[in-house]
């Protein structure tokens, strides 16, 4: 596609859900005549009618209004698969969004990723669970990302915020909307402090409870795994632990008293093998893990201590000056799921840490 237009054109074709338009993006077809030969009539004839008569076709008018709303604010960013900021990791899941409205800093895609969801409901204990691994997180230079509903998540994002650390906010209605008004402080820090808010639905679109479990497959999916904090047996964050197994993230669950009925969903996601934590190195330990055979070089030992990996694709690029990921990319020539998962491998082995600007060699 070789303009935003004709990826927004795409996003509002009639009868093409996101599963459908993902499986027809994967095949890679030419621009128009591939496009128009694989659609289905009724999204075929849109497509064409816009093409040779745009002043004539209904998406004209879509895609200037989401131009136009792009344009108005400096922050305000438009999202689709090929764009610069895209985070590819979303395209691992089989129904990508087609298109993501942002509002925020695109920088908070830089930083590794890990979901925090739980209970609407929660205890004082749960409410310092989530400040506590969401600060420590941030502090290690991970991305807090959650869906910015009451109770843990909206703390989870204050206590990244609180930490001059990343997050990232999903939202279950359009981008412009404030739900749960509550939020309307945590909406305007997340916009003013480093943080991103992302959503798959047009602005002025209001909350609707059947947006929410699609929204979770969106908050997994931008992360390298999920700590469950306080859920009830029967809780949407158990339909976010589920869907980040499908999509192979690690499962994070923090142990409760038998007695408090928001402990009994993360005491059953132990017993379904979820990884149990108790402090922040057991997470870290555990997504050290993500490390493969094919992207993780050999490493040396000497008896004055460890020896930096030689070769490595990324640590041979770095130096003492921040290095941003969008230019570590270039340089590499390796896409952003892996270098974004080189890069927190070689965080928590020692070797970089980030900085204002960018990566750095330690």
């Given at each position: 596609?070789?303009?935003?237009?004709c990826?927004?054109a795409l996003a509002?074709?009639?009868?093409?859900g996101?599963?459908?338009?993902?499986?027809?993006q994967?095949?890679?077809?030419?621009w128009?005549?591939g496009?128009?030969?694989?659609?289905?009539?009724?999204?075929?004839?849109?497509?064409?009618?816009?093409?040779?008569?745009?002043?004539?076709?209904?998406?004209?008018?879509?895609?200037e209004?989401?131009?136009?709303?792009?344009?108005?604010?400096?922050?305000?960013?438009?999202?689709?698969?090929?764009?610069?900021?895209?985070?590819?990791?979303?395209?691992?899941?089989?129904?990508?969004?087609?298109?993501?409205?942002a509002?925020?800093?695109?920088?908070?895609?830089?930083?590794?990723?890990?979901?925090?969801?739980?209970?609407?409901?929660?205890?004082?204990?749960?409410?310092?669970?989530?400040?506590?691994?969401?600060g420590?997180?941030?502090t290690?230079?991970?991305c807090?990302?959650?869906?910015?509903?009451?109770?843990?998540?909206?703390?989870a994002?204050?206590?990244?915020?609180?930490?001059?650390?990343?997050?990232?906010?999903?939202?279950?209605?359009?981008?412009?909307?404030t739900?749960?008004?509550?939020?309307?402080?945590?909406?305007?820090?997340?916009?003013?402090?480093?943080?991103?808010?992302l959503s798959?639905?047009?602005?002025?679109?209001?909350?609707?409870?059947?947006?929410f479990?699609?929204?979770?497959?969106?908050?997994?999916?931008?992360?390298?795994?999920?700590?469950?904090?306080?859920?009830a047996?029967?809780?949407?964050?158990?339909?976010?632990?589920?869907?980040?197994?499908?999509?192979?993230?690690e499962?994070?669950?923090?142990?409760?008293?038998?007695?408090?009925?928001?402990?009994?969903?993360?005491?059953?996601?132990?017993k379904?093998?979820?990884?149990?934590?108790?402090?922040?190195?057991?997470?870290l330990?555990?997504l050290?893990?993500w490390a493969?055979a094919?992207t993780?070089?050999?490493?040396?030992?000497?008896?004055?201590?460890?020896?930096?990996?030689?070769?490595d694709?990324?640590?041979?690029?770095?130096?003492g000056?921040?290095?941003?990921?969008?230019l570590?990319?270039?340089?590499s020539?390796?896409?952003?799921?892996?270098?974004?998962?080189?890069?927190?491998?070689?965080?928590?082995?020692?070797?970089?840490?980030?900085?204002?600007?960018?990566?750095?060699?330690?």
């Amino acid at each position: 596609m070789p303009t935003p237009e004709c990826a927004l054109a795409l996003a509002h074709l009639p009868g093409m859900g996101p599963r459908r338009l993902a499986e027809l993006q994967r095949q890679a077809p030419d621009w128009p005549q591939g496009w128009l030969a694989m659609l289905p009539a009724p999204a075929r004839d849109a497509l064409r009618l816009w093409l040779d008569h745009p002043a004539r076709s209904p998406l004209s008018v879509l895609v200037e209004r989401a131009l136009a709303w792009q344009a108005a604010a400096a922050d305000q960013h438009l999202l689709y698969p090929g764009h610069a900021a895209w985070p590819t990791l979303l395209d691992e899941l089989p129904d990508p969004p087609p298109l993501l409205w942002a509002i925020g800093d695109l920088d908070a895609f830089e930083a590794p990723g890990l979901a925090i969801v739980g209970t609407r409901r929660p205890t004082r204990e749960g409410l310092g669970n989530a400040a506590r691994f969401a600060g420590e997180l941030a502090t290690a230079g991970l991305c807090v990302t959650s869906g910015m509903a009451l109770g843990i998540d909206g703390r989870a994002h204050q206590a990244a915020l609180d930490a001059r650390g990343r997050s990232i906010g999903v939202l279950g209605c359009g981008i412009d909307v404030t739900y749960p008004a509550h939020h309307a402080e945590l909406y305007r820090r997340m916009r003013v402090e480093g943080g991103l808010l992302l959503s798959e639905h047009a602005p002025g679109t209001r909350a609707n409870p059947a947006f929410f479990p699609r929204r979770n497959r969106l908050i997994t999916g931008l992360s390298l795994g999920v700590l469950v904090i306080e859920a009830a047996e029967k809780s949407g964050s158990l339909i976010s632990a589920r869907l980040a197994a499908e999509q192979n993230r690690e499962v994070f669950a923090l142990p409760g008293s038998l007695n408090n009925p928001q402990a009994q969903g993360c005491l059953a996601l132990l017993k379904q093998g979820a990884t149990l934590v108790s402090e922040l190195a057991d997470i870290l330990l555990e997504l050290g893990h993500w490390a493969t055979a094919d992207t993780a070089p050999e490493t040396a030992t000497n008896p004055s201590g460890p020896t930096a990996p030689s070769g490595d694709p990324l640590l041979d690029l770095l130096s003492g000056s921040p290095t941003p990921l969008d230019l570590l990319i270039e340089l590499s020539g390796r896409d952003f799921g892996f270098c974004q998962q080189r890069l927190l491998e070689l965080e928590l082995e020692g070797w970089v840490s980030q900085a204002p600007g960018g990566w750095v060699r330690r």
